[in-house]
């Protein structure tokens, strides 16, 4: 389910009829379609007066394959190197050299999707993540537009992408902490119903611990598809929560068990100081921890981003501040491929530049699109 409250755009369709309305915007393609192919000849049989004598020929538009690669070209210090051109790149798609057509440098503006994890496991620390978020969006360029999005027991699009800091400000401040956590959900609604829409660079900042327990209708694996066709880099902070689960599990039992993410009928008794319980709760969370934490290294690697970590609030701060450097630094290349079989294929990719003594750090590769 997706609140609705005075101060929040309402955020539910978004994901529900995203997916629903995919076959009926095909087929609404499809008569439009005809609409305009036909309709010139329908003019003609009846004779229009008005219709020109020389008629322009119908072309049909369509979108080539451009593969747009983010790279960050490092000193051999680490500092990150800001003042290289075009001319400066190569990049080899399975070793056969492509031609640049598109390029952005680290000053061209990206459109930040920021999504925050409000679940249970943030209360009595929303107030700290809520300032490390606005710190944040105050080292990025000032001209990127931000949109901030905040997930538990439902996804709430707190404000649309803008550049007014003191609104993005005000919508981070008005996030609340809530319950269980809608996390695939709240991925899937900023790749595919926002920043799908996006021309500009596209990145998304997600702070979460990985774990989703009451998403409604989207699976890990949509997700991570999404991140594979969406040209957004994204950038997961894995917030580990495992001490706060185990500290919430050993002071008594929850409704329905003895913690809230592995509950257990309520009929059955459970007894916080019993030592085998607590081992299995503790293997559990364990397990469901690094779990997560594979999952946002999957989401990262399949987006050509980078998956940072932060233990406690006192390094999340420094984990947003990467982030925010990374951002400032990253160019893009695109191109299209030489390769023109859709086959769905793994395709590796390396990029040089004519500078000595460099690391350049580029996703591995992408997957072709299919037919």
């Known amino acids: 389910m997706i ?14 009829l995203h997916k629903s309305m995919r076959l009926r915007h095909a087929l609404l393609f499809s008569l439009l379609l005809l609409a305009t192919v036909f309709a010139p000849a329908v003019a003609r049989q009846q004779g229009n007066p008005k219709s020109p004598q020389k008629e322009e020929p119908y072309t049909l538009q369509v979108d080539v394959d451009l593969v747009n690669v983010a790279v960050a070209v490092l000193s051999p210090s680490g500092n990150c190197l800001t003042d290289l051109k075009k001319e400066n790149f190569k990049i080899h798609e399975d070793r056969v050299e492509q031609k640049i057509t598109n390029f952005a440098a680290v000053d061209a503006p990206f459109a930040v999707a920021l999504v925050l994890d409000t679940s249970r496991s943030t209360e009595g620390k929303l107030a700290r993540i809520q300032d490390e978020a606005i710190r944040f969006v105050e080292q ?14 439902e996804v709430h699009l707190e404000t649309d992408f803008t550049s007014n800091r003191r609104g993005i400000e005000r919508a981070i401040k008005r996030t609340r902490t809530g319950q269980s956590t809608q996390l695939y959900e709240a991925v899937y609604l900023a790749l595919e119903e926002k920043l799908k829409q996006k021309r500009e660079r596209k990145a998304m900042v997600l702070f979460t611990d990985g774990v989703d327990t009451s998403s409604p209708t989207t699976s890990a694996k949509e997700t991570i598809e999404a991140a594979r066709e969406v040209d957004a880099l994204i950038f997961p902070i894995f917030f580990d929560t495992s001490r706060d689960m185990r500290r919430l ?66 390094s999340l701060g420094g984990a947003f501040s990467k982030i925010a450097t990374e951002l400032r630094s990253l160019y893009n290349l695109g191109y ?11 395709r590796k990719l390396s990029v040089k530049v004519d500078r000595s003594d460099v690391v350049v750090k580029v996703k591995k590769g992408y997957y072709a699109p299919k037919k």
């Open 140 to 153: 990025i360029h000032p001209d990127d537009e931000v949109m901030v999005i905040s997930f538990d027991d």
């Open 336 to 346: 299209v491929s030489t390769n023109t079989k859709r086959d769905g294929e793994f």
């Open 249 to 314: 599990s050993g002071g008594g039992p929850f409704p329905g068990g003895s913690n809230p993410r592995f509950p257990v009928p309520s009929r059955v008794p459970v007894d916080p100081r019993d030592p085998q319980q607590r081992d299995d709760d503790d293997r559990r969370i364990q397990m469901e921890a690094m779990r997560g934490k594979g999952y946002l290294k999957d989401l990262a690697e399949a987006s050509g981003g980078t998956l940072y970590a932060a233990d406690g609030l006192d």
């Open 3 to 16: 609140r609705n409250d005075d101060l929040r755009q309402p955020a539910k369709s978004l994901v529900h």
